[in-house]
């Protein structure tokens, strides 16, 4: 069976409930909007990415069964940014979410000041829109694959094969399909390039011990799973030749905020000599933002931390402090930024962001 985060077809969603994994595959419906945001805030479904494409999908689905107004071009235009803004409240470090708001937003604008559009036309615009989103992920995806692979194998003395160093989960249960950082490793794959992939645990979820391990066994690749408190000796010890990681908001200056754990990793990597790599695609941009002190961080329950499947690990009184993600600095990023457009130094993507008209 293959490993999607997401089923689609036109009124119907089911998402893979990745709480469960690896123990059990279940997919399960989602019926609308409140459905998914409870799916992305207990992290059934995570990653930027794979968030944002829920998010709308269960806005299509709800249109696609005639929710909202069926009358009136500006109720289902108020409709539309109501649902949009429920979804923006579950979690609040992702870029991607609000990236694809805003533009659904601009798009339903658009349409509905274009004379003769009926309400069922701007019903089903919308949720084309929507579904296109979908194939425009997994393209995306195989372009920071492609442009990934290639700058790695041109810095590598004899052009690999490559061992590399990954944290949490950026493959395709974090997107539509094939993945980021995970994309970049299947592109070396693919290749005949690729010698081998250290996966980091990435507590205290485990994404990369129950999620990013699975699919790269799934699909052949080699990998070898390692504890977080490895990943320096792993670096220095057992030939990692480049760390690539995913992202889930990269501000203006090149600051990457990513799964808790990726700024020691870069800071590991600095050290040894080691180039860092961050897989994005331009969604996770926000340029909005300055720099990385301005992302603000999701904090976790410290259950996660103190309890693993009901079982204590910890004095359940103790003080926890659990945030979610961390900010990695835009000095530390010294392999690049690969997005779909190609790879860039941090202080670059600023400047092709707003050649490409997204700021």
Not at 156 to 175: E, I, K, Q, R, S
Not at 247 to 266: E, H
């Amino acid at each position: 069976m293959s490993l999607e985060s997401l089923r689609y077809r036109r009124g119907s969603l089911e998402l893979l409930n990745q709480r469960l994994l690896p123990g059990q595959l279940r997919y399960e419906r989602v019926g609308g909007v409140e459905r998914a945001w409870g799916a992305i805030r207990d992290m059934e479904v995570r990653g930027a990415p794979a968030i944002a494409l829920l998010g709308c999908l269960s806005l299509a689905v709800e249109l696609a069964g005639g929710c909202g107004p069926s009358d009136d071009l500006g109720a289902l235009e108020e409709f539309v940014g109501q649902r949009l803004g429920v979804l923006l409240t579950a979690r609040p470090t992702a870029a991607n979410l609000g990236h694809e708001a805003r533009r659904l937003r601009a798009f339903v604008r658009g349409r509905v000041e274009t004379p003769g559009v009926t309400p069922g036309q701007l019903r089903e615009s919308i949720i084309e829109y929507i579904e296109g989103l979908l194939e425009k992920d997994r393209s995306d995806n195989r372009s920071i694959g492609a442009h990934g692979a290639r700058h790695i194998l041109g810095r590598v003395p004899g052009g690999g094969p490559v061992t590399l160093l990954t944290h949490c989960n950026t493959g395709t249960l974090a997107t539509a399909g094939y993945g980021t950082a995970l994309g970049v490793v299947r592109a070396l794959h693919e290749r005949g390039s690729l010698s081998r992939v250290f996966c980091t645990e990435t507590r205290p979820y485990n994404q990369g011990s129950r999620l990013s391990a699975l699919e790269l066994r799934h699909d052949g690749i080699p990998v070898t799973l390692i504890a977080d408190s490895a990943a320096a000796a792993a670096i220095r010890d057992r030939g990692v030749q480049a760390v690539v990681v995913g992202a889930d908001r990269v501000a203006a200056n090149g600051d990457v905020a990513n799964k808790i754990g990726t700024f020691q990793l870069a800071v590991a990597a600095r050290h040894l000599g080691v180039p860092f790599y961050v897989a994005a695609p331009s969604s996770t941009c926000d340029p909005s933002l300055t720099s990385g002190r301005l992302i603000p961080i999701e904090e976790r329950p410290g259950t996660e931390l103190t309890q693993l499947g009901g079982v204590l690990l910890a004095e359940p009184e103790v003080d926890v402090w659990n945030p979610a993600f961390d900010v990695t600095p835009h000095e530390l990023i010294t392999g690049g930024i690969i997005t779909e457009w190609g790879v860039f130094a941090p202080s670059e993507l600023s400047r092709e962001l707003a050649e490409r008209g997204k700021q």
